[in-house]
C-alpha cells in the first residue's frame, strides 16, 4: 500500500459511510460494528496495532485496533451523551458520535509519532473530545460559527448557571479568565442563551392501574425550558401557552424545574424544591398531591402546545405480551393538531431481533413518514420485556420529527 494512499483518510471514511433504515439498528449493532470475525491477533498493548499502521502504511491494524478499544469507545460516547442530557439510546445518533471519534483518530494518525513516547489515545483525546462537541454542535438550536465559539458559548453558560452572579458580574468575570474583552464575553453569553441544549420533553409511564409510577425512560421531569430558542418562534408558542395556565400551575413548573419563564434563568436541578417542598409552599397538600398537581399541569401545557402545532403526541397501550417468544404489541394514536383521535393504530415489536412492524397506521399518522409510529418504535424498542408499561405517552418536538424522518 502506497504511503500516500495510505494517509487518504477522506477516502478510507468515505469507505465506511453506509445507510442504515431507522429502525433497522438496535443499539447492540451499534455498540459492535467495529467487531471482527475472525478475532485478529491479541497483543500485550492495542498501542502496539498503531504503531505498526504508522511504520508499515497500513490501516488493516487500525482495525485491529478498533475491534478491541471499541468497548472503551463506548463507554466515552455514553458517557458523553449522558452528561449532555440528549436521548443515550438512540443507536442511529450513537453511532454517528462514535464515528466522528473514529473520523478524529483517523485524522489524528499520520502526525503521531510513536518515538515520543505517547500512547495513540493520549495523543488522540483532546481531538476525540472535539469531535464529540462538534457532533453536539451540529445538534444544537442554533448555528455557530465555529467549533471555538461553541466551546466558549458553553464555558460562558455553565458560568452563568452555576455560579449564582448577574450577567455583569459573569461577563467581567470570564473576560478576566480567557483574558478577552467583556464586549466578547458578553456576545459569547448571548449566543449562549440563543443557543439552549435541546432536551426531548419526557414520556410518562403508567402502572397497572393507570396511575403514573413516577418513572421516566428519558429524564425526570424533563419539561426543560432549555429546549427551546430564547428568542425563537417555538420560545414564544412556550410562552403563550405557558400564560394560558393558572398562577398554581405556573408556580409548580417553574419550581420544580428551576426556571423563571420570566427572564429564563435556570436553577441548579440539585437545589430545585422536591415534591415534599411543594406540598409545603401550597398548604394543605402532601408530595403525591403536588406530584399529581405538577403532572397535571404539565400534561394541560402539552395541551396547548400541541394546539399550537409546536408538540405530537404518541399514546401507547400494552395489547399483548409474550416473554416466552420475547415479543409484544400496542395499539397507539397520534395526536397533533389535524388529526383525528378516533382510530388506534397497531404495532407489533420482536425483542429478539430488536424489530418492529407497523400492522396497522393511526389516524392522523404521516402516511408517508409514519413519524408518530417510529416515536413509539424508537422508545419501546430502547426498553427490556420486564420494563415495558402498560401505558406510555410520548410528547415530542413536531417539526424537528417532520424534518428527521422527511415529512
Known amino acids: 500500500m502506497s504511503e500516500e494512499r495510505f494517509w487518504n483518510t477522506d477516502e478510507y471514511a468515505s469507505t465506511a459511510q453506509f445507510t442504515v433504515p431507522d429502525g433497522a439498528m438496535t443499539m447492540r449493532q451499534a455498540g459492535r460494528i467495529f467487531r471482527l470475525d475472525p478475532v485478529p491477533p491479541k497483543v500485550e498493548d492495542i498501542n502496539d496495532y498503531i504503531v505498526s499502521a504508522v511504520r508499515e502504511n497500513d490501516l488493516t491494524y487500525f482495525t ?21 442530557g ?10 454517528d458520535y462514535k464515528l466522528s471519534c473514529v473520523l478524529a483518530m483517523l485524522e489524528c494518525l499520520p502526525n503521531y509519532d510513536p ?3 505517547a500512547d495513540f489515545l493520549t495523543y488522540a483525546h483532546h481531538f476525540m473530545g472535539n469531535a464529540l462537541l462538534d457532533c453536539r454542535r451540529q445538534e444544537e438550536a442554533g448555528s455557530f460559527k465555529s467549533l471555538d465559539e461553541y466551546k466558549a458559548a458553553r464555558g460562558i453558560a455553565w458560568l452563568y448557571n452555576n455560579s449564582g452572579k448577574s450577567a455583569k458580574e459573569v461577563i467581567a468575570e470570564y473576560a478576566a479568565e480567557q483574558n478577552c474583552t ?4 458578553a456576545e459569547y453569553l448571548t449566543i449562549a442563551r440563543q443557543n439552549r441544549s435541546r432536551v426531548p420533553f419526557y414520556a410518562t409511564m403508567q402502572d397497572e392501574d393507570s396511575e403514573e409510577t413516577g418513572e421516566d425512560v428519558t429524564r425526570d421531569d424533563s419539561w426543560n425550558y432549555a429546549d427551546i430558542l430564547w428568542n425563537g418562534i417555538r ?14 400551575e405556573q408556580t409548580y413548573l417553574e419550581k420544580r424545574n428551576a426556571i423563571c419563564m420570566t427572564c429564563g434563568r435556570v436553577g441548579s436541578w440539585e437545589e430545585r424544591p422536591t415534591f415534599e417542598d411543594l406540598a409545603v409552599m401550597f398548604e394543605g397538600s402532601t408530595a403525591s398531591g403536588a406530584e399529581r398537581a405538577y403532572k397535571k399541569a404539565l400534561n394541560k401545557l402539552t395541551e396547548h402546545l400541541v394546539d399550537a402545532d409546536v408538540l405530537g403526541v404518541v399514546e401507547l397501550k400494552l395489547t399483548e405480551k409474550n416473554k416466552k417468544i420475547a ?3 400496542y395499539w397507539y394514536r397520534a395526536v397533533h393538531r389535524y388529526a383525528n383521535d378516533d382510530e388506534w393504530g397497531e404495532i407489533r415489536f420482536d425483542f429478539s431481533a430488536g424489530t418492529a412492524q407497523i400492522v396497522k397506521l393511526a389516524d392522523g399518522d404521516f402516511s408517508r413518514t409514519n413519524v408518530f409510529a417510529k416515536i413509539a418504535i424508537r422508545q419501546i424498542l430502547k426498553l427490556s420485556m420486564s420494563e415495558l408499561p402498560k401505558k406510555l405517552t410520548i410528547p415530542f418536538e413536531l417539526e424537528q420529527e417532520k424534518i428527521r424522518y422527511g415529512s
Open 327 to 329: 415479543a409484544a404489541a
Open 182 to 185: 467583556e464586549e466578547t464575553a
Open 64 to 84: 485491529y485496533f478498533l475491534h478491541y478499544y471499541e468497548p472503551r469507545l463506548n463507554k466515552r460516547v455514553y458517557r458523553f451523551l449522558l452528561t449532555e
Open 235 to 248: 420560545a414564544d408558542a412556550v410562552q403563550a401557552a405557558f400564560d394560558k395556565l393558572s398562577y398554581k
Open 86 to 95: 440528549i436521548d443515550r439510546y438512540d443507536p442511529l445518533r450513537f453511532l
Open 115 to 117: 518515538d515520543k513516547g
